[in-house]
T-cell receptor, first 115, second 112 residues
Framework: NAGVTQTPKFRILKIGQSMTLQCAQD?????MYWYRQDPGMGLKLIYY???????DKGEVPNGYNVSRSTTEDFPLRLELAAPSQTSVYFC??????????????FGPGTRLTVL | DQQVKQNSPSLSVQEGRISILNCDYT??????FLWYKKYPAEGPTFLIS???IKDKNEDGRFTVFLNKSAKHLSLHIVPSQPGDSAVYFC???????????WGLGTSLAVNP
């Protein structure tokens, strides 16, 4: 199993450009998440999905869009990139069971810089 | 409003000694608490969890203690090893809401 994979690892964007961060998981997890981590800060949830075709906003959704057409893939779209979106982006997935903790499995992250 | 707080940004201990990382929370509805470990340039990895109905959970060198009345939990690492040097995040969830609420992390340095 590759687990959770993310591409690209690094990217530099100019202000106003757009891009898609790719995320895929091969564990047949129904839940998937996108987080951002700013320096010295914890993880902030951007969007999450509880299954194919279902997405919902997290704490910091502005400036981002997601889609979930398959169980495996959960791309994150940045439209009109801004310097405030400079961050490290993590994708995660999980298969939460009733009455148990929700262990989330993370990808290696994408480091994005907007100049 | 930070519902999960890790008030110590960093901690330094000697190899072989005990490391104690602390976490406080404000939401009494949290029923699961998780600790994650993160190395530079990698994603966080799950370390250990505890249910709110327990006060201790142990896994090898790692033990998590929960004090519900104080809304406080701690992660003990005994003995600490240089490979334990990483950022440790405390996270919590409540009921059917599967979202994790994260602390800001504590950077642990274990010195040889």
């Amino acid at each position: 199993n590759a687990g959770v994979t993310q591409t690209p690892k690094f990217r530099i964007l100019k202000i106003g450009q757009s891009m898609t961060l790719q995320c895929a998981q091969d564990m047949n997890h129904n839940y998937m998440y996108w987080y951002r981590q700013d320096p010295g800060m914890g993880l902030k949830l951007i969007y999450y999905s509880v299954g194919a075709g279902i997405t919902d906003k997290g704490e910091v959704p502005n400036g981002y869009n997601v889609s979930r057409s398959t169980t495996e893939d959960f791309p994150l779209r940045l439209e009109l990139a801004a310097p405030s979106q400079t961050s490290v982006y993590f994708c995660a997935s999980s298969y939460p069971l009733a009455g148990a903790y929700n262990e989330q499995f993370f990808g290696p992250g994408t480091r994005l810089t907007v100049l | 409003d930070q519902q999960v707080k890790q008030n110590s940004p960093s901690l330094s201990v000697q190899e072989g000694r005990i490391s104690i990382l602390n976490c406080d929370y404000t939401n009494s509805m949290f029923d699961y608490f998780l600790w994650y470990k993160k190395y530079p340039a990698e994603g966080p990895t799950f370390l250990i969890s505890i249910s709110s109905i327990k006060d201790k959970n142990e896994d090898g060198r790692f033990t998590v203690f929960l004090n519900k009345s104080a809304k406080h939990l701690s992660l003990h690492i005994v003995p600490s090893q240089p490979g334990d040097s990483a950022v440790y995040f405390c996270a919590a969830s409540a009921g059917n809401n599967r979202k994790l609420i994260w602390g800001l992390g504590t950077s642990l340095a274990v010195n040889p």
